[in-house]
């Protein structure tokens, strides 16, 4: 009798645990995704013609396109990357030829689609936690620079480069320095002055 009553408390108490555990995470989940939600170039393009037309130009823009195979097969030779192999499945070209991968961003061309290639979100941290009424909109033009950085707009300097252009690139030269302000002007978009006050 006793054990029976015993092992009925231990399961009972087992199975509170597990419940408050299941409601944690449930509460947690949405949470974070919510924050660090990416939504693609189209969602920008509304509000920010110019700048997405001259990123289009870009050769940035197109960078999965090289990850397949026979594209830049001369170049890829020269650094000793098989010119046939397709490479866009490869998670260790993934991470600097797409937008957030492995954090919620670009998990492959067919699900994903937007988020090939280094996009706005790439530079300028995932949309969702900032694209609020209350903060970056049409109703809020004014918004403080503060308030979307701390919902996660990153306002791009030379370490937000380094996230790629580092050694970890089969094709960044050993040693060579990343001139930012050369860069910015060459890589990104045309910068348009801002409207309004932040
Ligand atoms: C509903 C409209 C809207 C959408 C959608 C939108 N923005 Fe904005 N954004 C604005 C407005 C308004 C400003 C302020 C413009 C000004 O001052 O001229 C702004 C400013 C910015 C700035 C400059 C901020 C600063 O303080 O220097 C960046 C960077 C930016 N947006 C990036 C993005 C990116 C990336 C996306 C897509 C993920 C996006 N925006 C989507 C409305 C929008
Ligand atoms: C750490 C980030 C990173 C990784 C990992 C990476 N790349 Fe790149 N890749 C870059 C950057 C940055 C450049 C541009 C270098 C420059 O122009 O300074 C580039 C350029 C290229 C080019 C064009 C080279 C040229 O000179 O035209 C090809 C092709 C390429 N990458 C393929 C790949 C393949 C295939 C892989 C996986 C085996 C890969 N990359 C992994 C960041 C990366
Ligand atoms: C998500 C990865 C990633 C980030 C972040 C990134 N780049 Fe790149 N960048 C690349 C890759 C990959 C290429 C190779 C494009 C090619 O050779 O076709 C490239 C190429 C370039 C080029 C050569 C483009 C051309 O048209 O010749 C410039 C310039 C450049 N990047 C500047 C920058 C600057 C400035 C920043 C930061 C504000 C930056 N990049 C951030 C991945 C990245
Ligand atoms: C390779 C990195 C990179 C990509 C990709 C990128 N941006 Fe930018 N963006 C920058 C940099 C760098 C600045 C200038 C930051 C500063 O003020 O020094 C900037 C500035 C801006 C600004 C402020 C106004 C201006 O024109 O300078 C807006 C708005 C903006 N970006 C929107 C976008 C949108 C929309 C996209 C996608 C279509 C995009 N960006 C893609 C790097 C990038």
């Known amino acids: 009798m006793k ?9 009972v108490m ?16 949405p949470r ?3 924050q660090g939600e990416y939504v ?7 509000c920010h013609m110019p700048q997405a037309n001259a990123w289009e130009k870009t050769k940035m823009s197109k960078v999965f396109e090289l990850l397949k195979p026979g594209v830049a097969a001369e170049v890829k030779k020269a650094h000793k990357i098989d010119p046939e192999k397709d490479y866009t499945k490869d998670s260790s070209c993934l991470q600097c030829h797409t937008t957030g991968y492995g954090k919620g961003g670009f998990k492959d061309i067919e699900s994903t689609p937007d988020l090939a290639g280094v996009t706005c979100e790439a530079c300028h941290g995932p949309g969702g936690g900032y694209l609020k009424d209350d903060l970056m909109s049409l109703k ?3 918004f403080k620079r503060a308030d ?13 480069c380094a996230n790629c252009h580092n050694e970890k690139s089969p094709f960044v030269e050993k040693g060579a320095p990343f001139d930012f302000e050369k860069r910015k002007a060459q890589g990104t978009h045309e910068h348009f002055a801002l409207k309004y006050k932040h």
């Open 40 to 46: 693609g170039v189209k969602k920008c393009r509304v």
């Open 3 to 11: 054990i029976v009553e015993r092992s009925s408390v231990g399961s």
């Open 14 to 29: 087992v199975l509170s645990i597990l419940l408050v555990c299941f409601a944690f995470g449930f509460s947690l989940v």
């Open 140 to 142: 809020n033009k004014e």
């Open 148 to 160: 979307v950085q701390a919902a996660g707009l990153v306002i791009p300097d030379a370490k937000t």
């Open 32 to 34: 974070v995704a919510a």
